[in-house]
């Protein structure tokens, strides 16, 4: 791969030298107060704006002011709903060293699970990014008394004449200084982070300063992160993933960040920003990959074939590396110079062409797809955890890289099979439980301290953790037979024709699949078909669902034949936060999926 421009300086501030999260922001601003901290994107200006970490001091002064004018106890629950920015870095700052509790929630949730959260925890003041976020919250407003205070970024819409809403730059204007609340007390709670809510009502995880702290520091013994690198922050800041390694761990090492405009955005920020660490989940890498395969698609078999050249001797040579196969031989090293020219070096300059770490977690990532990426020279680290562990609990090495497995433990972290081959996780980054939830609590943290993630796990003689699967989420068909729905929707999603898919099987005597198609592959398989794209009824042709049976076969082939997909139900409608069919953080919700489809599901099964 491209050698970065050398990063070399460590500058890491310990969790033994900064123990709440408002401390650990004050050393940065201190050592390197001239450093960049943040860059943004600014419409107005039309150019990306640099604040250095003295800039960032300032701001967080001015917004701790402002909040110390709203009078809260310390304790006090309040919600930050924005995209990623760097007003979402004053607002965190400035409650944390007033001794509030931040509340992250997703912009892109539906209103009706904000306002939930917001009832359920109590949140006294929020922060919104635009007017119809709140238009959007306003009708729940009766049902949220606690709430006192809505600060909207957006100038247009907000009340500033004495009302509950108010615009944040009048909000902050005349705010005087305030002095830090927080103390030195890392268990004093820090902030309470929703789980997605994939099986019933979200449960609000209790982390501590001394839960996340430890986790940024277990984070940065495993992987070196340098002064000069440059993250880009694209996952949301309310994900427990970018907030702990794309946000807290910056400020540790004094790296800066750059927030990414948008997903949309995403493939020309890469290359604008070209930063050299990236933190995502595996959904974007499977984008990147299906727009690989389609490009490959249209340019015919030669590039194919010079492509799967170029990932099979790139991976030969990560092998070696590894220590863990033999070297290409002598004719693939005379011609890996061409390949890498023509394959790898024009993939990874779409990803800026500088990066040096590319960090996978959040939900399993395909084997094909790792071996893809990690072949042509992105150095991608496959991880697992869980917003209960703060969240990351293990995470394989640039030096010790497997990619089918989420690597070793991270120091200071334990971990163990229990029952049903659960994987139990003990340590420092273990939440202190469930807000206003004992029950919950007291059956996901037993009484030795050992946290239940509910994921099925196997560990090797070396120790690495692999996961197999959700407990919950096994099928157990009719004829009794076990099938991980969510390695199989991996292989499905390895296809371009598809965006989104739930596997289904649960008491039947079959498998099949419910699918969601990316409209411009679908365009083309319709037309092969001699069928019309735009008609609804040619997704329930049944020519239609023979081809897309048949493009599944090679995927699932190396599933036993009971796990392999026997009927499909296509559509071109997505799923959605808004439909509450998908979880911000993309994760699909089964129960509701399955509700909602529910005819449509007995009609797949009343065919055979």
């Known amino acids: 791969m491209p050698e970065p421009s050398a990063p070399a300086t460590l500058d890491t ?113 929020l922060l ?33 004449t004495g009302g509950i809403l108010r615009n944040v730059d009048a909000w902050l204007a005349g705010a005087p200084e305030a002095q830090t609340r927080s103390g030195g007390d890392a268990d004093a709670l820090a902030t309470i982070v929703y789980t997605s809510g994939t099986t019933g009502k979200p449960k609000g995880v209790m982390l501590s300063h001394r839960n996340i702290l430890a986790d940024v520091d277990a984070v940065l013994q495993t992987v070196k992160v340098y002064r000069e690198d440059l993250f880009l922050s694209f996952l949301p800041l309310s994900h427990a993933l970018e907030r702990t390694v794309g946000y807290y761990a910056p400020v540790a090492t004094g790296s800066a960040v750059a927030f990414a405009r948008s997903v949309q955005d995403l493939a020309e920020d890469l290359t604008t920003i070209r930063p050299t660490v990236l933190v995502s989940v595996p959904r974007i890498y499977e984008r990147i990959y299906a727009k690989i395969q389609q490009g490959l698609e249209a340019r015919g078999t030669p590039a194919r074939q010079l492509f799967e050249w170029a990932e099979k001797a790139g991976w030969q040579r990560f092998e070696a590396a590894q220590h863990r196969g033999e070297a290409p031989g002598p004719v693939a090293e005379m011609m890996w110079p061409l390949l890498r020219h023509m394959v790898a070096d024009k993939l990874l ?104 993630t509910g994921d099925i796990g196997e560990i090797d003689a070396a120790g690495h953790v692999h996961i197999v699967g959700r407990i919950k989420d096994i099928l157990v068909t009719s004829t009794g037979e076990k099938v991980p729905p969510a390695d199989v929707e991996l292989a499905i999603g390895e296809d371009p024709l598809f965006e989104q898919v739930m596997v289904i099987g649960e008491g039947r005597p079959f498998v099949s699949a419910l699918a969601v198609l990316n409209r411009d592959e679908w365009n083309k398989l319709a037309l092969s078909l001699d069928l019309d794209p735009r008609a609804d009824e040619s997704l329930r042709a049944a020519q239609a669902k023979e081809a897309v049976l048949q493009r599944l076969e090679p995927r699932l082939s190396p599933f036993p034949s009971y796990a392999r997909v026997r009927q499909v139900w296509l559509t071109l409608e997505p799923w959605t936060t808004d439909s509450g069919l998908i979880t911000p953080t993309m994760k699909l919700r089964r129960r509701q999926l399955e509700t909602r489809f529910a005819q449509q599901i007995e009609e797949l099964y009343a065919r055979r």
């Open 349 to 452: 300059e779409r990803l800026g062409g500088r990066l040096r770490i590319a960090v996978s977690g959040g939900a399993p990532a395909s084997k094909k797809l790792m071996h893809c990426f990690i072949g042509l020279g992105l150095p991608i680290l496959q991880g697992y955890g869980l917003t209960e562990a703060s969240p990351v609990v293990s995470a394989n090495r640039m030096e010790d890289n497997i990619p089918e497995s989420v690597g070793l433990p991270l120091p200071g972290v334990e971990v163990k099979l229990g029952a049903a081959s659960e994987l139990l996780v003990r340590g420092a980054i273990v939440m202190q439980g469930y807000w206003q939830d004992p029950a919950k609590t007291a059956e996901t943290v037993d009484a030795e301290g050992w946290l239940h």
């Open 13 to 125: 501030i310990p969790f033994a030298e900064a123990w709440t999260l408002p401390a650990l922001f004050e050393r940065r601003c201190q050592r390197s107060p001239h450093a960049e901290a943040y860059r943004q994107f600014s419409p107005a200006m039309g150019s990306w704006r640099s604040y250095t970490w003295g800039d960032m001091h300032a701001l967080v002064r001015r917004w701790r002011g402002a909040l110390a004018r709203e009078s809260l106890p310390p304790g006090s629950r309040v919600a930050v709903m924005l995209r990623n920015c760097v007003e979402w870095v004053c607002f965190d700052q400035a409650a944390q060293s007033l001794g509030l509790v931040v509340v992250p929630l997703y912009a892109t949730d539906n209103a009706e699970n904000i306002a939930y959260i917001l009832g359920n925890c109590g949140a006294r003041v």
């Open 128 to 160: 919104v990014g635009e007017a119809q976020h709140w238009r959007a919250l306003a009708p729940f407003a009766p049902q949220l008394p606690q709430l006192s205070r809505v600060l909207q970024c957006a100038a247009a819409g907000a009340d500033d």
